[in-house]
């Protein structure tokens, strides 16, 4: 059984095309990561390991769509869209590792 944290970068793009205004961003958004996983020996050199794990993305702001920030939703009504957001994720999955070092 192990516990796992880890830092992250990730280059993050958006595009929208809404009713023929384009818009498109990129951004490097850091993370947070906290996972648990399970080493499961299949052989010497084999293990399966099953794991879970929830990752933070800290707030981006996407700077292209500022010029497109003021929007009307299809209801008519005016405001204001977000140029900024945070994103959280949930995984989990399997790893099949090869240690090469047994003898």
């Known amino acids: 059984l192990f516990l796992q944290a880890s830092p992250g970068a990730n280059w993050i793009q958006s595009k929208e095309d809404n009713e023929g205004i384009a818009a498109d961003s990129d951004d490097?958004?850091?993370?947070?990561?906290?996972?648990?996983?399970?080493?499961?020996?299949?052989?010497?050199?084999?293990?399966?390991?099953?794991?879970?794990?929830?990752?933070?993305?800290?707030?981006?702001?996407?700077?292209?769509?500022?010029?497109?920030?003021?929007?009307t939703s299809p209801s008519g009504d005016a405001g204001i869209r977000s140029e900024e957001s945070s994103i959280r994720q949930f995984y989990a999955g399997l790893r099949l590792g090869l240690r090469l070092d047994q003898r």
């Open 28 to 71: 490097i958004a850091f993370s947070a990561a906290v996972g648990l996983g399970l080493d499961i020996g299949l052989s010497d050199i084999l293990t399966l390991t099953p794991l879970a794990g929830y990752r933070y993305y800290l707030p981006t702001r996407w700077e292209s769509l500022g010029s497109e920030a003021f929007i």
